[in-house]
């Protein structure tokens, strides 16, 4: 599993049609919703399928979460 930050890019809140579908996709976990701009997700491997549905959505980015360890 992948973690994923996926970010409504448009003017507003998430569009809650958008969120609903996000939920529903197969393999996707939502980790975190309480922005009103971003979802954190758990995603099944692969990946692809649920990248390509976000940006056919339009007013979307998605990108993996990368954590850095600072010393």
């Known amino acids: ?5 996926v ?3 448009g003017p507003g809140p998430m569009p809650a049609e958008d969120v609903q579908r996000i939920r529903e996709h197969a393999g996707v976990q939502v980790v975190n919703d309480k922005s009103k701009k971003a979802l954190l ?4 491997e692969p990946e692809t399928d649920f990248l390509q549905h976000v940006a056919e959505m339009g007013g979307w ?3 993996k979460q990368t954590a850095y360890q600072l010393y």
């Open 1 to 5: 599993m992948s973690l994923y930050v």
């Open 7 to 9: 970010y409504f890019r």
């Open 41 to 44: 997700l758990d995603l099944d």
């Open 61 to 63: 980015a998605a990108s």
